[in-house]
């Protein structure tokens, strides 16, 4: 573990790498203790840098031996420690390198570099892994052709894989060991090498290209579990697919792999041609997995496969670039799966989550801009930030430049950068010279931080027959960036009458915004509509054209009517969110004046969705959840009491399900079906607003919806509705409820994904109890602090979900997963970093739990031996604006 204070590093002092890397030769040979990797390095001095010493990275590295051009080095022409090695006076020509390392598989907690899961040999090399298989340039503008040969015993491993096509197998005569060969002819960077070695089953297809290409699909999983990635297989054909259909772009290697493993620090990984997933987003059955994991698994599929294109063949020229791969890709597969279900849904769902992590990141001391400008701990910057706000910056780039505009960018970027390592501009130059536009301000998306806030002021003229839309825009300070400069702002925008029809849109000198679209550049503008008789309600930011934050004067009847009447699905359920979200601020703060009648009015509102028969159930459910906790949170930004949130959306929760109880009961069984479980979007939809409906009638604290609840957990034939009524029953302090999950665990404890799900309910009980409950959990059994799935379970569920419980009065929320960070961290910094990101809200809070998580981090702040990661978060959640 790295603990020495890292130095920043800083995008402007970016210069090309002294040395370039040709090829690369990899020999492996696999010991659970002793593993050997024997590098041959063909290298060059970069035509384009001054000479220069050879300098490699390294991390926790044994030395074996080193030659230079076929000969052993004398131990003084260079220097080696774990963390490097440096060659101070090579020849200044193209040289061979080689070089032996020993690495411990086993006890490599960190999960990076290579390490075993349950007994498979894997590797994750993104960011900076690659050093700590071997000494290397270990960065990603310096790209190479590798060839990678493994050899394990057979009985231990008698799968081996690796990057590209397989060129060579067979046994090592007199031994119980096996090797394969595996070449990529794609030039890569180190972070996208992978190998695995292990006992695994399989299942297989193949793909044809639109070009008459064959390819063979194979995706690998613990033996046993063959049965449950069919719908994987199923997500990644459809993703090859619409990837040719849409972007043009057709798989290039002879193979595709997917492995699943169960201990694995993220979601999966990108490696070129052999994809390495948690098993999380690869395992699933009607039984074991809900609708929810069902999309995921078909997002994160799409995800991964997209990066072969956008992150493997173009890739970037250095960690500051990140957003350049993943941002585009999120797009992408957000994309993907609004084509694949419901694009409406799919879309609430996207904005749901960006506000959820990013504008809550962008409001606290952790914000950065898309493409940051200096970072101390490149892996903390896997972020909503460059992965969800990246994606938005992309879309508004097709918003502004329309569907044909955007495809021709796109494609001048695949056909001048295919096969380099690049930056955010030449990303960005692709569509301004495609496209003749220029996009030199909208670049301030890229580098200025923080959620810009835009308020819209209407007048209406009756007698002119106008009406201006009066829009300001600010972007607030963050962290190092005190003055911002007003941004490039797509506002989607409709005008409606009084029927809910959409007003021709004629700017008063006659012209009329491209598609529907307001194109803000200053600080404040004004847009001005003729032909307007009545005065129409304006809809917003529709379909969410821009990452903003919107403030518009409305009142409860203008919110009702866009609930009802808005042609932009996105906006009804926009205006819903508006409403309650007022309500619950109201009533927080004990608003005298009109809360029943605020009430009132919003439950009317409810009522009207439940009577809507034509909705998309998914989006009826979508609309009968209340903003969260977090949400409201949010939404009041200072002096923040997570209590007195909890309470009053809980109140409301139960008064919904009281006064429309008969409703919720009608639509909870008009959506129950009698068919076969079946994970298609129309089916989950259904599912998703009935166990809606049940949860708003549990909320009630009735026996009888209890009840319903109980029948439903037990008569369940898939996870969803299982797990549903299990969810609903955890929020209630009944007999019921302990019964239910005793039940749970006894029928699943053998599945650690599904007992997951299991420690995950617990963590969020919104109850005094739940602290010791958790503590007890870190001993059961079924968790282990050496697995990120579980800690994420319990211990990231307890500080991410568990608003009252983290956010103790006491500050004993913010010390025990202080405790549990800081006894993860010397095994995995990764994921103790990750748990340590809970506090970044902490400045929010009211004055007695904002000084009892003040004192928490200055706790953990003060030990020496903390991880480069943990000392980065915790050092910017404590600094001064």
């Known amino acids: 573990m790295r603990t020495e204070q890292a130095r920043p590093v800083r995008l402007e002092n970016y210069r090309p790498p002294d040395w370039l890397v040709e090829t690369v030769a990899l020999d492996i040979s696999l010991d659970p203790a002793r593993s050997r990797v024997r590098s041959t390095l063909r290298l060059k001095p970069n035509p384009d840098a001054a000479a220069a010493p050879l300098v490699l990275d390294g991390d926790e590295l044994t030395l074996v031996s080193v030659k230079l051009d076929g000969k052993a080095l004398a131990a003084d022409t260079f220097t080696a420690t774990p963390d490097g090695l440096t060659i101070p006076q090579p020849p200044q020509r193209e040289c061979v390198l080689e070089i032996e390392t020993e690495v411990d598989p086993t006890n490599n907690t960190q999960l990076m570099g290579l390490f075993r899961s349950s007994g498979t040999y894997c590797t994750q090399c993104e960011p900076e892994g690659f050093r700590r298989i071997t000494y290397f340039p270990d960065r990603p503008d310096v790209m190479a052709v590798y060839t990678t040969r493994i050899e394990a015993d057979k009985d231990e491993a008698p799968v081996l894989l690796a990057n590209g096509n397989l060129v060579e197998s067979g046994e090592i005569a007199g031994t119980n060991r096996h090797f394969a060969v595996w070449f990529d002819p794609f030039r890569k960077p180190s972070y996208l090498f992978a190998m695995v070695g292990g006992k695994l089953g399989s299942i297989a297809d193949t793909f044809t290209t639109r070009s008459g290409r064959t390819v063979a699909l194979k995706i690998f999983v613990e033996p046993g579990k063959e049965d449950r990635a069919g719908y994987a297989m199923d997500s990644l054909k459809r993703a090859m697919r619409w990837d040719e259909q849409v972007f043009g772009r057709e798989y290039d290697l002879d193979i595709f792999m997917i492995v699943a493993v169960s201990d694995f620090n993220m979601g999966a990984m990108e490696n070129k041609g052999l994809n390495i997933f948690n098993d999380k987003y690869v395992l699933a059955s009607a039984q074991t997995a809900t609708d929810a994991d069902y999309a995921s698994i078909e997002g994160v599929i799409a995800h991964e496969y997209f990066h072969n294109w956008t992150g493997d063949r173009i890739t970037c020229r250095d960690w500051f670039q990140l957003c350049l791969k993943e941002g585009l890709t999120v797009f992408r597969d957000q994309e993907f799966t609004s084509d694949q279900r419901s694009r409406p849904v799919k879309r609430i769902a996207d904005v749901r989550t960006l506000r959820a992590q990013q504008f809550v990141e962008d409001a606290g001391p952790l914000a950065h801009p898309v493409r940051p400008e200096v970072y101390h701990e490149i892996s903390n910057f896997y972020t909503a930030t460059v992965y969800e706000k990246g994606a938005e910056v992309v879309r508004m ?93 797509p506002l989607a925008v409709a005008l409606l009458d009084s029927n809910g029809r959409e007003l021709p849109l004629v700017v008063a000198d006659g012209t009329a915004p491209q598609r529907g679209v307001l194109t803000l550049t200053k600080p404040a503008e004004t847009f001005v509509f003729a032909g307007l008789t009545e005065r129409p309600v304006p809809s917003l930011n529709r379909g969410f054209s821009a990452p903003i934050k919107l403030t518009i004067e409305r009142t409860a009847d203008d919110l009702r009517f866009l609930a009802a009447h808005d042609t932009d699905p996105f906006n009804r359920w926009q205006a819903l969110q ?32 439940l009577a809507d028969h034509a909705l998309e159930p998914a989006f009826a459910a979508l609309a009968l959840t209340l903003p969260s906790e977090a949400d409201i949170a949010r939404d009041i930004g200072k002096d923040v009491d997570p209590g007195a949130i909890f309470r009053e959306r809980t109140s409301l929760r139960g008064l919904i399900g009281a006064q429309l109880a008969e409703a919720l009961r009608l639509t909870h069984r008009r959506m129950t079906s009698s068919q076969p479980y079946s994970p298609d979007a129309a089916s989950a939809g259904r599912r998703a607003l009935r166990n809606s409906c049940l949860d708003l009638l549990v909320a009630t604290g009735d026996k009888t919806a209890r009840a319903l609840a109980v029948e439903q957990f037990t008569a369940a034939d898939n996870m969803t509705d299982r797990l549903a009524a299990l969810a609903t029953l955890s929020l209630q302090d009944v007999p019921e409820r302990d019964t239910a999950l005793e039940a749970f665990y006894a029928r699943y404890q053998s599945d650690a994904l599904v007992i997951d799900k299991w420690l995950a309910l617990q963590a969020a009980i919104p109850e005094a109890g739940t602290l010791d409950r958790v503590r007890a959990l870190t001993s059961h059994k079924a968790f282990s602090f050496s697995n990120p799935n579980r800690v994420r379970s319990l211990i990231g569920a307890f500080a991410q ?81």
Not at 454 to 480: F, K, N, S
Not at 825 to 846: C, I, Y
């Open 578 to 609: 508006t409403f309650a979200t007022g309500v619950l601020i109201d009533n927080v703060g004990k608003r005298p004046d009109g809360g029943a009648q605020r009430n009132k009015g919003l439950i009317e509102a409810l009522a009207s969705v």
């Open 801 to 881: 979900a568990n608003q009252t419980q983290f956010n103790r009065v006491d500050g004993l929320g913010y010390d025990f997963v202080a405790d549990c960070v800081l006894a993860l961290d010397p095994k995995n910094p990764q994921v103790a970093a990750r748990l340590m990101t809970a506090f970044r809200s902490w400045r929010a809070l009211e004055p007695v739990r904002r000084a009892k998580a003040e004192a928490t981090l200055r706790r953990v702040a003060r030990n020496a031996g903390l991880s480069r990661d943990v000392r980065d978060i915790v050092d910017r959640s404590l600094a001064q604006t």
């Open 397 to 489: 780039l097709k918003t502004l430049l329309g569907p044909e505009g955007f495809r021709r960018g796109m494609d001048r970027y695949f056909e001048r950068h295919d096969g380099q390592a690049v930056t955010i501009e030449d990303f960005v130059h692709s569509f301004a010279d495609a496209t003749g536009v220029d996009l030199g301000q909208f670049m301030r998306w890229y580098r200025q931080a923080g959620t810009p806030e835009v308020t819209v002021t209407v007048r209406h003229d009756q007698a002119a027959r106008t009406c201006a839309l009066e829009i300001r825009q600010t972007v607030p300070p963050t962290p190092g960036q005190q003055v911002k400069q007003p941004m490039v702002i």
